[in-house]
Each structure stands twice: as C-alpha cells, then as structure tokens.
C-alpha cells in the first residue's frame, strides 16, 4: 500500500514576522552587511545587467506542497491551497509559448509542481511544442498515492527531473528537510531509476540539485558531483545524471533562520566577500522569464518571491496575459541585495553555477 509523506521540518508561519516580502526586503537594505548597494556595485565595475531573449519560461504554477522546508525561499507548505494557478493563466502560459519562439526550456516549479491538476496538460502542451522540459521535484511527493503513475509519465515525455536533495548524508538532509525526508527520497529516486532516469539517456534527465544546510556556501560543483554519485550508488544503490549545487538565498523561511540563529550579518558578509563578476554574464535572470501563480512576470524566481515586478513600462503589474504589449528584451533587471546571493563564489541560478 502506497504512503503518503509530509515532512514539516517547521511549522508553517503565515504571519510571521518575515513572512512578507516587503519585510524581507527592508531588513536586507537597512543591514549593515553587504557594505555596499549590489546595483551600486555592479555600475561601479561597469557591469549593467539587462535581460537578452527569453530563452527559459520558469512557471510556477503554485506555492502548494507537502513539505515545509527550513530552506524554502517561496515558503511553500500544505497551508498554500489557495495559491494554485488558475486555468486561465495556465492557458496563458500554454499560448505565451507561441509568442516567445526563443524560448526553448519550460520550467516548471512550486511548491511541488506536481500537485497542480493541470501539471500534466501542461507538461503536454510544452512537449507538443518542441520545448524542453524540467519538473522542479521534491521528490517525496512522488510517494503519495495519487502520484504513483508520475515518473513514467515524466520519462514518456523525456522531462528532466530536477530534485532537490541536499546532500547525501541522512542526518544533513533531514536537518533541513525533516525527519525521514532522506530514506524517502532514496525510495522516489530508486523509482525514478526504475522509469530510466539516471541512466546517461537525455530523454530520461535525473538532475539532483544540492544546498548547504548551514550559512556557508556550498563547495565546488565538479568536485562534489564525483562524490555524490560514488556514495549514492555504492551505499544507496541510486544513480543519477549530474548534480547543480546553489547558494541558499536570504529570502523567505532561510533569512528567517539566518536572523534567529543570529547568523545574518555573517553571511551576508560572506556573499559579498565572495562576490564574483565573472558570474554575471550566466546569471538566469539575463535569459529567464518567470511566472507567478497569479499569472505576474517577474526577472527570476528570487524576485518573484519578493514581489520586484518585471521593470517595465507598458503595464503595471506585468502579467502574462499581457505579454504581446511587453518590451523584454533589454530592460533593465531588478537587483537588490539579495543578488549577492546569485554571484557569490562560482554564482548560482536555478541551472546551478553560473562561472
């Protein structure tokens, strides 16, 4: 008999203190650390940051999910049901495709993406149209019952499956994911290895995507790959194609925990020290495009969660029902101090290093 699994490793908090976004992002500004202002610093090194052609549609289709992660910078839980996508901005989003034709991934993320009713019509609606496709996976949602079917769903449509596991130590993952969480993504990853994923097939793509459980930054993605993939398949029985290593952003439930563990300015510090501007040029929100459940547009993900509208003149909020009457290429993208985050070290973005 099939479970379900929710692994709650804080309980939700609406209302706290940190919960809007406009809080998040006045304690940003008025700390000390970074030194300086990251927009400041990127006209200092004469480095402006405009967005080119979309090339990347990152939708989220809502903050549902039936986890709470420590790290979450979209605070996603069981308690967001309301903030599912509507039906017609799915179809928006279905029809955008056809007005974006240098877009050539759809990306696909949450909350747990997969819980959305309409997840597969729009998997579906992306294949037909030529466009690659990435499910943003948490992995144990692939063991509740009505998802049974899924990773063969996935692997007949050749979707690449990004899952989120921190590392591949038990006692590392479920510090930030909950208690459990690891042996339960060892079980939906073994049966994503039995739907073909993992195997080096590019139609059958297993990206596991890793974050530090700490306030530091994660070590180098080649050397830590090798690692990850000798202990997994050795200790685990576990295979997979390739690892993406982030930064933890200072959004949401994360910046959270770095103000009460007192860890903050440190960090904060960190992200500057490590600045690198050999990442700016990969950075995602040069080439991505991303979509609220609301239907709003947004630079990237990390703005989305802290409500920084696309920077654009036509309408107000930019939506992607309004696409046609947008100018998107060569405006000017949103930073904030946050952004510190994306360029600190080898940089990060949801693809993973950026330099």
């Known amino acids: 008999?099939?479970?379900?699994?929710?692994?709650?490793?804080?309980?939700?908090?609406?209302?706290?203190?940190?919960?809007?976004?406009?809080?998040?992002?006045?304690?940003?500004?008025?700390?000390?650390?970074?030194?300086?202002?990251?927009?400041?610093?990127?006209?200092?090194?004469?480095?402006?940051?405009?967005?080119?052609?979309?090339?990347?549609?990152?939708?989220?289709?809502?903050?549902?999910?039936?986890?709470?992660?420590?790290?979450?910078?979209?605070?996603?839980?069981?308690?967001?049901?309301?903030?599912?996508?509507?039906?017609?901005?799915?179809?928006?989003?279905?029809?955008?495709?056809?007005?974006?034709?240098?877009?050539?991934?759809?990306?696909?993320?949450?909350?747990?993406?997969?819980?959305?009713?309409?997840f597969q019509d729009l998997v579906r609606a992306a294949i037909n149209s030529g466009r690659h496709v990435i499910d943003r996976c948490n992995l144990t949602v692939l063991l509740l019952p009505q998802m049974a079917a899924l990773p063969r769903f996935l692997a007949d449509h050749g979707v690449e499956v990004v899952c989120s596991l921190p590392h591949y130590r038990a006692n590392n993952t479920d510090s930030q994911r909950g208690e459990g969480t690891f042996q339960q993504s060892i079980k939906a990853l073994k049966r994503l290895n039995h739907a073909g994923y993992g195997t080096g097939n590019p139609k059958r793509i297993l990206t596991l995507m890793s974050n530090p459980t700490g306030a530091y930054l994660p070590a180098q993605q080649p050397t830590i790959e090798t690692r990850w993939k000798t202990v997994l398949e050795r200790e685990q029985s576990v295979v997979f194609d390739r690892l993406i290593s982030l930064n933890n952003m200072p959004v949401s439930r994360f910046l959270e925990w770095l103000v009460e563990s007192e860890n903050l300015e440190g960090y904060m510090q960190r992200l500057e020290a490590s600045f690198n501007p050999a990442s700016i040029d990969g950075l995602m929100c040069r080439n991505t495009l991303s979509v609220a459940f609301d239907g709003r547009l947004f630079d990237c993900d990390f703005n989305q969660m802290l409500e920084m509208n696309l920077n654009t003149t036509e309408t107000s909020p930019p939506s992607i029902h309004d696409l046609s009457a947008l100018k998107l290429v060569g405006r000017t993208i949103r930073t904030g101090q946050h952004c510190f985050g994306c360029t600190a070290g080898s940089g990060s973005s949801c693809g993973g290093r950026t330099a």
Do not use: W, Y
């Open 1 to 118: 008999m099939e479970e379900s699994f929710l692994a709650p490793s804080r309980p939700p908090s609406p209302r706290a203190a940190l919960s809007s976004p406009e809080s998040q992002q006045a304690l940003l500004d008025q700390s000390p650390v970074p030194t300086q202002r990251f927009g400041d610093l990127l006209r200092a090194i004469n480095q402006p940051l405009q967005a080119g052609k979309p090339e990347i549609l990152q939708i989220n289709i809502g903050r549902l999910c039936n986890m709470s992660c420590r790290h979450c910078h979209v605070d996603a839980g069981p308690h967001r049901v309301s903030e599912n996508m509507s039906d017609e901005t799915i179809e928006a989003c279905i029809h955008a495709l056809d007005q974006l034709p240098s877009v050539h991934t759809v990306d696909i993320t949450g909350g747990a993406p997969e819980l959305h009713p309409r």
